[in-house]
């Protein structure tokens, strides 16, 4: 594999010169763009069939084996509505914001290593680039909403920046557990910081267990996915910041929730579950490629996400802001120092 | 030309457009996302200096907290454009010779730098070299005490912003979760013993 | 431990912020609406800050932090009339405060705060510290002005202070940039040698100076600066103005030493020219517009003006004299304005703010000792001779006869002539007029004992000025001249 990449990267640059590392770069783009598109198109098959399992319903059939052309069809279906811009609704902006709520949530993939070195961007600062990039997703939220010129969109532009903004902080500080841990910004370093004989038993996920959970908890309420989809609410505010968006710009929207849903899944595997590490690094474990465990825990999370939209209801908007405020900020800042203070002592074994 | 001055002066450019629009907007909305703009441009040339940490701690605090509550904010206001824009051309001249003095300054103390260090050129860093690493270990070592300090000014910040705030309103309807908690039967449910058997009261009809 | 024990000169500091952040936690589990136990702990917390100043003396400059820190003799005194005045300035506002609801742990935390940012400008030599200290002093004040939120005016006042302080707080940045870009750095004590050596762009730092000087008399409150004293003044509660009008003086005269003295003495030709129009016009407009006052907080406001001109001349005139002179000054101005203020606060009571001239009329019928008292305080802040004002304006008009600015000490001699009037005018008011109304005064022995102190003290110290004088020389000497 790697002599095969290195054969062609060296015929690339004989054959253009200075212009090979942009184009290069460009295939990389595609080369992880194309599979996330696929793998969110079946996310939401995925979460229909998954969904329906749990509610003793079979979920989409009728399409394609299994329902499997399913996402297909909505696709095409989304491809053909007419996009209908609101009277009175800032034209430009309207337009724009779906666009701003994707682009972060793609962007933030440069840095994602999905095996040893197979990463777009190496960057030191890798971790801070992650949260700056998922920290910019609301923009489109909140300026659909402001943009539609419609109360429920307001309304639901608004829930959705205090939401992540507060959650934001407490997801801020979880990484800032594991950074102390890694002693590294960098994604891949983080994992080798995971890499050792005692394999599953020397990921993050054990010294940091608490910020796993905030972690996980705040990556749900940074994707507004159910519990914490006050921003859509259909029950109270119809469908909230996208209320007003149909076609293609609605389905901008749903790409961007479910690309963070698959980016917040490859955080959580990279920083508390190994990332590409097998659990053993004995024989069956380690014939299988990194990126098949990377997958494989990423799916995992994926599952959770779905599990937990089955299972629990709506909270209430005070309830979500005491959550955030009151028990995982206090959480995290306690284990900062906690962590600091362990990292000291013989005890630290990661 | 290379690259990087391309680059920078693109940046440039675009900080400064956005910096205008910023002040010469006619909706505070446009005004707010200009000044995003304006912030992703100067963290763009923080990168080219090699402050990554700087230029994503700008886009990571500014762009994606404090104009986030900034725009939260100002969507939700009534404001007045006409109201807002009165008295601008009273005291456009003000602030043009303002502006004036400033740039005239700038150039002067960039000007006088130049001239301290003639010629003097910052040296590329290798490639592992970590620009967070590096401050980290300066705030952390030379400039441990203003940086407390600045932890301390932040701390009376909060200290001043509760007390000014926080004044419990009577017809909140938030939740107390420690008395919900806290609450017995005995708070809740009543038994009433209601004697049975008697015979019933007198019927309306007599 | 020898990392602890390197930290010598700053355990006040340190051990002031470990007690403030005690007291903020301390405070929320305390139920009791007097909040006694909080008030003592502060008060202990203000007495050990003292002890631990005295123990932690050292002879000569220290400094600490990369020289960002420094401990000489005058930060010490300094930080000691701090302490005393804060103290003094809890024990007089305590009654007030309680019976406006003010008396919060909030409050004690910010005043505290305050403190602790007055200790570290007074203790820089970095300018990066220094603004920190102003902020950190600047910051618990604005909130503490605004917490009346009941009150318009407090807010007001609070929102004027606020404003003005930012816009001051950005001209002195604005003027330390410059420094800094003719210098290369920012500690004082290397940007004085920069500016020795020569930079290739003096004009450059006469710009900053500008910039710098303006902040400075922002925050001292000097005339053409003056506008939000008297505002602020007026619309805070009274423990509030009390507060800004006396220790942060102190801390206000440290900083024009470390800035101007310390860090641009070679550029003392440009910056006393301005400290020159700057003392003139606040000696004459703060004497001349406190005669049209009706209102005693907006008439010492104006007073302030006036004695921060005083202030500067001192500074101005350079020298040991000089800046001895300024720094006595400055100590018997915070001591007296305690005074002032202190009465206010005694004369009030729930619901009734003695702040107008004619609430002290006939005050000698009413409680002769406490008229007297307040004349020892006006006789004083006036200049008459036996008073520790008379000499602290006899030693600063000495040192700029002695600097060779005769004219301007003329000046000002004949404003403070006229701005013995209206303090005058109070002492007439008390002493012949009928009074207003027959409200029983009613003191708490604390504030009673301790007025009549301040006042006694007030007199004390003008007719043996010379040991507390000679304090203030030595310590100015020590600091400036070994280094």
Not at chain 2, 55 to 75: H, K, N, Q, R, S
Not at chain 3, 187 to 200: L, M, N
Not at chain 3, 447 to 454: A, D, K, R
Request: glycine share 8%.
């Amino acid at each position: 594999m790697m002599e095969l990449l290195q054969a062609i990267e060296q015929m690339g640059q004989s054959l253009l010169g200075v212009a090979w590392v942009p184009v290069w770069t460009l295939v990389k783009i595609v080369a992880i763009v194309a599979p996330l598109m696929i793998g969110i198109a079946y996310l939401t098959l995925a979460e229909r069939k998954v969904i329906g399992y749990m509610q003793v319903r079979i979920g989409p059939n009728r399409v394609g084996y299994y329902g499997l052309l399913q996402p297909l069809a909505d696709g095409i279906k989304l491809m053909f509505k007419e996009i209908i811009i609101p009277t009175g609704s800032n034209r430009f902006l309207f337009v724009v914001a779906p666009v701003l709520a994707l682009m972060p949530a793609l962007a933030a993939w440069a840095v994602v290593p999905f095996a040893d070195g197979m990463v777009l961007a190496n960057v030191n600062a890798g971790l801070l680039y992650i949260l700056a990039m998922t920290s910019l997703g609301v923009y489109g939220i909140i300026i659909a909403g402001w943009a539609s010129n419609s109360k429920y969109a307001f309304l639901g532009a608004m829930r959705s920046a205090a939401q992540i903004v507060s959650y934001e902080i407490a997801m801020g500080f979880a990484l800032v557990c594991v950074l102390m841990a890694a002693q590294s910004m960098n994604l891949g370093d983080i994992v080798h910081g995971q890499q050792g004989k005692a394999g599953l038993f020397g990921w993050y996920f054990i010294p940091l267990f608490p910020m796993f959970l905030v972690y996980l908890i705040a990556g749900v309420a940074e994707t507004n996915r159910a519990p914490f989809d006050m921003a859509e609410g259909e029950s109270e505010i119809v469908a909230g910041f996208h209320v007003e968006y149909s076609g293609m710009a609605f389905a901008l929207f749903f790409l961007a929730e479910y690309a963070n849903m698959i980016l917040i899944a490859a955080l959580t595997s990279i920083m508390f579950l190994g990332g590409w590490l097998p659990p053993f690094d004995v024989a069956p474990f380690n014939w299988l490629p990194g990126l098949f465990w990377m997958l494989a825990k990423m799916s995992f999370v994926l599952f959770l996400f779905l599990w937990f939209r089955a299972t629990f209801p709506r909270y209430r908007y005070d309830q979500l802001m005491r959550l955030g405020w009151k028990v995982f900020i206090p959480l995290t800042l306690i284990w900062v120092v906690v962590v600091g203070a362990w990292m000291q002592t013989r005890f630290w074994l990661w | 030309m290379s690259f990087d001055t391309l680059v920078f002066y693109l940046l440039a450019a675009l900080t400064v457009f956005a910096a205008l629009r910023v002040i010469t907007a006619r909706n505070p909305v446009h005004a707010a996302l200009f000044l995003v703009l304006a912030f992703f441009s100067t963290a763009g040339i923080w990168m080219l200096l090699e402050a990554e940490f700087l230029a994503i701690t700008l886009v990571l605090v500014y762009v994606g907290a404090v104009m986030v509550l900034f725009l939260f904010v100002v969507m939700m206001l009534d404001i007045n454009l006409v109201q807002l824009r009165e008295g601008f051309w009273r005291w456009f001249p003000f602030g043009v010779v303002l502006a004036a003095i400033m740039v005239f300054e700038m150039v002067w103390v960039l000007g006088s730098r130049q001239t301290v260090e003639t010629g003097a050129q910052v040296a590329k860093h290798a490639a592992d070299y970590s620009n967070t690493k590096e401050l980290g270990r300066l705030i952390y070592t030379e400039y441990v005490y203003p940086f407390e300090l600045a932890a301390v000014v932040l701390l009376v910040a909060i200290v001043a912003a509760i007390a000014l705030s926080l004044r419990h309103r009577r017809d909140s309807k938030s939740q107390d979760v420690a008395k919900q908690v806290a609450v017995r039967r005995e708070d809740r449910v009543r038994i009433v013993s209601v004697p049975s058997g008697k015979k019933a009261g007198p019927g309306i009809e007599d | 431990m020898s990392f602890l024990s390197t930290l010598f000169p700053a355990y006040a500091e340190i051990f002031l912020l470990v007690m403030v952040s005690a007291i903020l936690i301390v405070d929320l589990f305390l139920t009791n609406p007097n909040k006694t136990v909080t008030y003592a702990l502060v008060q202990l917390t203000l007495l050990g800050c003292s002890m631990i100043t005295v123990s932690t003396h050292q002879h000569g400059v220290v400094y600490l932090f990369h020289n960002m820190f420094v401990d000489d003799l005058m930060s010490d005194v300094l930080k000691m009339l701090s302490y005393l005045s804060v103290s003094m300035m809890l024990v007089y506002s305590r009654n007030y405060l309680m019976v406006r609801g003010l008396f919060t742990g909030e409050f004690m935390a910010l005043t505290l705060f305050a403190l602790l940012g007055m200790m570290v400008m007074i203790s820089a030599s970095h300018f990066l510290t220094l603004y920190l200290g102003l902020e950190l002093l600047s910051l618990s004040l604005y909130a503490m002005v605004a917490l009346q939120r009941d009150s318009a005016i407090a807010t007001e006042a609070a929102m004027k202070y606020f404003i003005l302080g930012a816009l001051a707080s950005g001209l002195l940045l604005y003027g330390m940039s410059m420094f800094y870009g003719a210098t290369g750095t920012l500690e004082v004590a290397a940007v004085s040698d920069a500016i020795t050596h020569g930079v290739p762009n003096k004009a450059l730092l006469v710009f900053g100076l500008v910039f710098v000087v303006s902040g400075l008399a922002f925050k001292l409150g000097a005339v053409p600066f003056h506008m939000w004293v008297p505002d602020v003044y007026h619309g805070a509660p009274t423990a509030m103005t009390m507060l800004i009008g006396t220790a942060p003086k102190l801390a206000a005269f440290a900083f024009v030493m470390r800035i101007l003295v310390e860090g641009l003495q070679p550029l003392m030709v440009h910056w006393s020219g301005m400290l020159v129009i700057l003392a003139v016009l606040s000696i004459a407009v703060g004497n001349i517009t406190a005669i049209a006052q009706t209102n005693l907080k907006r008439m010492l406001a104006y007073s302030t003006i006036s004695h921060m001109g005083f202030l500067l001349l001192g500074v101005l005139s350079g020298g040991i004299d000089g800046y001895g002179a300024a720094m006595f000054y400055a100590a018997v101005y915070v001591l007296m304005s305690l005074g002032g203020f202190g009465m206010i606060m005694l004369l009030s009571r729930e619901g009734f703010e003695a702040d107008t001239l004619n609430d002290y009329k006939g005050l000698n019928q009413r409680s002769p000792w406490l008229a007297f008292v307040m004349l020892l305080l006006m006789f004083s802040m006036a200049g008459v001779p036996p008073m520790v004002g008379f000499y602290a304006k006899f030693s600063v008009l000495s040192a700029v006869v002695n600097a060779g600015h005769i004219p301007l000490a003329v000046i000002a001699v004949l404003f403070s002539l006229i701005g013995a009037f209206y303090y005058l005018r109070i002492v007439k008011l008390m002493y012949f007029d009928a009074p207003e109304s027959h409200v029983p005064i009613s003191i708490q022995p604390d504030s009673g004992l301790l007025i009549s102190m301040n006042g006694l003290a007030v007199l004390a110290l003008g007719i043996m000025p010379g040991t507390f004088m000679s304090v203030c020389a030595v310590a100015v000497q020590q600091s400036l001249l070994l280094h």
